[in-house]
């Protein structure tokens, strides 16, 4: 008979994934455990919406480029992705995003429009950040390198912004 978990540390999958870690790791990986919850869709929408938001409000006059976090192709899926993937999600609400805000915010804008709009803020929005090798592996490989430039030399500033600790979505 299977229970019903009253923490996600307690769920049986959360138990099978700690035993991957010696004794020591495995204290740290239950206290992160212990940071996540659970959340419905429409509550992970709203939380990282209004992240962005606060971010673009707090500069009114000034423009915005929000980058939804892709995997660079592997050498081995070369072109393929999985539809509907978190990468999916979180491109379609910096789309919403950009519909609420109008023409002073771009989704995932070339660097060209960059220029043609002098946007001076740059957002990457990814909706989980774990060990950030995806966050890390984006801006090596798909970043273009005039952006790296222009925030190395302060000429835009940039953001990372994650979405609400979650150990999944709800359905």
Not at 49 to 56: C, E, F, P
Not at 105 to 124: E, F, K, Y
Request: proline share 4%; charged share 25%.
């Amino acid at each position: 008979m299977t229970t019903t978990a009253t923490t996600l540390e307690d769920s049986d999958q959360a138990q099978s994934w700690l035993k991957q870690f010696n004794a020591v790791d495995r204290e740290v990986a239950r206290q992160y455990l212990r940071e996540l919850r659970l959340v419905s869709e429409s509550e992970f929408e709203r939380e990282v919406q209004a992240q962005l938001l606060s971010i673009i409000n707090a500069l009114p006059s000034e423009n915005f480029a929000l980058f939804s976090v892709t995997e660079p192709p592997g050498r081995f899926a070369a072109g393929r992705r999985t539809a509907g993937s978190s990468s999916d999600r979180v491109k379609h609400l910096i789309e919403n995003t950009v519909r609420l805000r109008g023409a002073r915010v771009s989704a995932n804008p070339t660097v060209n429009s960059m220029r043609a709009q002098r946007i001076r803020n740059v957002v990457i929005v990814e909706d989980f950040i774990g060990s950030g090798t995806r966050v890390k592996s984006f801006w090596k490989v798909l970043m273009h390198k005039s952006v790296k430039s222009w925030i190395s030399r302060h000429w835009t500033k940039g953001y990372a912004e994650k979405g609400p600790p979650t150990a999944g979505l709800m359905r």
